[in-house]
Every structure is written in structure tokens, then in C-alpha cells.
């Protein structure tokens, strides 16, 4: 999940619900540290450890507008996925950014891969720019996340057949 995506299941996980991170962090007290907030909320991690943790500043203006800085580090180097990283998942939540980059990308398209062979839904978070499409993935979502910006610019998307649900910002 990302740390977006994890603030919507941290309260499941608090009050009984299930949820998996699967990722890599930095090999270091801030991917510690990270992986046992995870835990202590309930959560269970597939975890790699490997390199530097990653940063990211966001920039709000007064408007609310946000900005981003991202340094990814560690996360974008996962690979050699597990399959049994899948076992008891019901639906797998895709961040968009896990499909940009190398090798993460290749193990989020074989996750995928299997977890459509497997009857798991997919769920993907829609690009930040509408003119990116996730259909051009070899998998086809079940559900597409999209911020109300990427909404209002891109009514009716070009993303088509998922459900699409709006996610406040």
C-alpha cells in the first residue's frame, strides 16, 4: 500500500480488518521503523530490506495544492517476486508508481499476473496525468483509484472498462 492508500487501512487493520504491505524499505532504522508501524497497526508485511529508505517532501501552498519531491530509493529495486505473497489476498492494491521503474515494474506486472490467475481482484491507482492510461498494462484492473483532479480533467476516462471511484484529496 502506499502512504496514501495505507491511511485508508490503518483504521481497517485497528478495527479487526486485514491488510498486506508487499514492498521493499531501506535496510536501515527508517525501513525498521516503517515496517513496525505497519505491524503495530495489525498489518501484515512482505518485506524486503535492501539499500536506503526513501524520502519524499511535499510542498503545500495555501491553496492546498500540493507538490511532491520524491527520492524512492530502496522501493523501486524490488524484484524476484514471491507468489505466496498472494496467499489469503483478496484484492491487490496497486500504487501507480509501482508500474514506473525498473525492476519494481516487472514485479508489480507478475503480481498482477498472478493474482488474476489466481481470481484476487486487482485495483490500480489511476496516472497522474490523464494522458497516461493504465489499459496499456497486461493485466486489466477491477478498480481504478483516481484523485478528484485526474477526475475533473479526464471526465468519462480514457482508462475504460474498470470501475472508477473518486478519492478525495
Known amino acids: ?17 486485514r491488510a498486506r504491505f508487499i514492498g521493499q524499505v531501506g535496510d536501515d532504522p527508517t525501513g525498521r521503523w516503517l515496517t513496525e508501524a505497519l505491524e503495530a497497526v495489525g498489518a501484515d508485511v512482505a518485506v524486503r530490506w ?26 523501486t529495486e524490488l524484484d524476484d517476486p514471491d507468489p505466496a505473497w498472494l496467499d489469503d ?19 508489480t506486472r507478475t503480481l498482477a499476473g498472478w493474482a488474476h490467475e489466481r481470481g484476487i481482484r486487482v485495483s490500480v491507482d489511476a496516472p497522474p496525468h490523464p494522458s497516461e492510461t493504465v489499459r496499456e498494462k497486461p493485466y486489466t484492473p477491477a478498480e481504478v483509484a483516481v484523485n ?9 476516462s480514457a482508462i475504460g472498462g474498470p470501475r472508477i471511484w473518486v478519492q478525495p484529496k
Open 1 to 17: 500500500a502506499s502512504g496514501s492508500r495505507w491511511t485508508d487501512h490503518a483504521p481497517r487493520c485497528r478495527a479487526g480488518g
Open 89 to 107: 489476498v483478496h484484492t491487490l492494491h496497486i500504487p501507480y508508481y509501482s508500474l514506473v521503474g525498473e525492476p519494481l515494474a516487472t514485479t
Open 148 to 156: 478528484v483532479g485526474v477526475a475533473v480533467s479526464a471526465p468519462g
Open 50 to 75: 535492501r539499500g536506503r529508505s526513501g524520502t519524499i517532501v511535499v510542498l503545500v501552498e495555501p491553496s492546498g495544492e500540493r507538490t511532491m519531491l520524491a527520492d524512492r530509493a530502496a522501493c
